[in-house]
């Protein structure tokens, strides 16, 4: 007789790739920096010039809350790779939904004007502690790790992962743009003596305000974007996949040199970038006396960016991410060392060196998404399992620990050159040899760093041109092997295949790896 069991149901059709994909990922973005961006550009100017806290004692929590962060991080990664997920489902996509009013809320709990009124440091002390630690080592690791694993999964494509790269860092130029720009036209005035001054209650208002642009932000990033390499598609088995203990998973993700190699490159690049940016708002605000100038200074360093929508694509494609981004840190460290030698005294010239600066330093943000889709590619290469949240959360980590060493070396070395908190409050001018330190910190020590970000990626960093294309081949022919295997016979004989889901790459070369390039 003949068989005729019925064939299992075929997986839902995805649709293809696409411009939704990227938009609607760019929004996530948009709405991640709306709250991250806020925090690395005002939450120090925030507590020390409005609420009066010793810049020191900011810089301490921002390290410390790393410190936690490198548990929470981790912790976010291993329960999105381990929390199960029923066949065909999303895995990463849902977090959004569940996590985006608690990120809002905590962020606009850190920039309340009422605390400057408590009558003890303590209590303010406890205040800005409690919602940093909300905010950022809880909320918005909880939708930020699974925000940026996702884009592993949305497609197969090395080329669109380098599409999806470029559109979150353009969602994130984006909130930059309102953050850097705008902001500073509504939160910034003058006293009666002139002297340029950060309005507590407009700050308040400025942050309730973007809190809520993050969620329409976060929400057109949840109804756009499909996830479509689902657990199904790794190669390692079922029977694997539960053998494949916590432990190993982080042995195997800490042992992952590219990863180690990009590690380092990006905790150069947050601490260089984050402390230049901190450092940018004290530029315009003691040392060229206008907070207001801080508005062109953005747009002139966030504006001609944008055509790196197009350019850096192309880049990538033609000459490697690694390669390209090689030389563009290297040139961005130079202008801002040049900047330092020249000691500027007119504004306008050295918004000049700082859009130069930043274009270079953009070609970086707008690629580093797609190096880390790279780096999970890698780990799947090397030892047969993807775990992209793990991989990602330790980037993270390490992306966090750069911001927080930024905010520290921002704290410690205001403190270390004298500068006057209490001064600043009261709308008071610092000391001519204070500002004179202040513009050797803001061009000097950003320039060293993104030197040593050039040197990182060219040495440690493992996945050039070459090797990146043949882990793609590597990972095809992998999977392609398994889709023979499972795929179901038909009682006539004839095997059934669903390629709903396979997405091909058109740019992968021709020869076949065979697994010594990694």
Known sequence: MANTTPAPAPAPVKRPFGLRDKIGYMFGDFGNDFTFLLQSMFFMLFYTNVVGINPAHVGTLLLAARIVDGFTDVGMGIIVDKLPVKSGKDKFRRWIKYIMIPVAVASSLMYMSFVADFGSYTAKL???????????????TAINIPYGSMASVISASPDDRSQLSVFRSTGGALAQMFIMAVMPMIVYSKNEAGQAILDGSKMTLGAVFCSVAA????????????????EGDNPADKKQEEKHSIGEMLKAVLTNRALGGLIAAALLLLLSSLFLLGMVGYIFLSYFNDGKLQTAGALAALVPPLILIVLAPIMAKKWGKAEVVTVAMLSAGAVFIIAWVLHIKIAWLWIVFYAVGSF????????????????????????????????????????KLGQALAGGLTGWTLDWIGYDSDAAKAGAAQLPEVLDKLYMLANLLPGVGFVLVGLA??????????????????????????????????????????????????????????????
């Open 215 to 230: 969620v329409i932000c976060y929400l057109v990033c949840y109804f756009n974007v499909q996830e479509r390499v689902h």
């Open 126 to 140: 406890v205040w800005m502690c409690a919602t940093y630690f909300l905010w950022g080592s809880i909320c918005y």
């Open 457 to 518: 990626l060219w040495f440690l960093y493992p996945l050039k041109k070459k090797i990146v294309q043949a882990n793609v081949v590597e990972l095809e022919s992998r999977r392609a092997q398994v889709a023979a295997q499972q795929t179901p016979v038909s009682a006539s004989g004839n095997a059934t295949t669903d390629q709903a889901n396979q997405q091909i790459p058109d740019s992968a070369p021709d020869n076949q790896s065979n697994g010594k390039n990694v």
């Open 360 to 399: 270079c330093i953009a070609i970086f943000n707008y690629l580093v998404w797609a190096f880390i889709t790279d780096v999970i590619d890698y780990q799947e290469v090397v030892s047969g399992y993807r775990d992209d949240a793990t991989v990602y959360s330790v980037y993270s980590w390490a992306r």
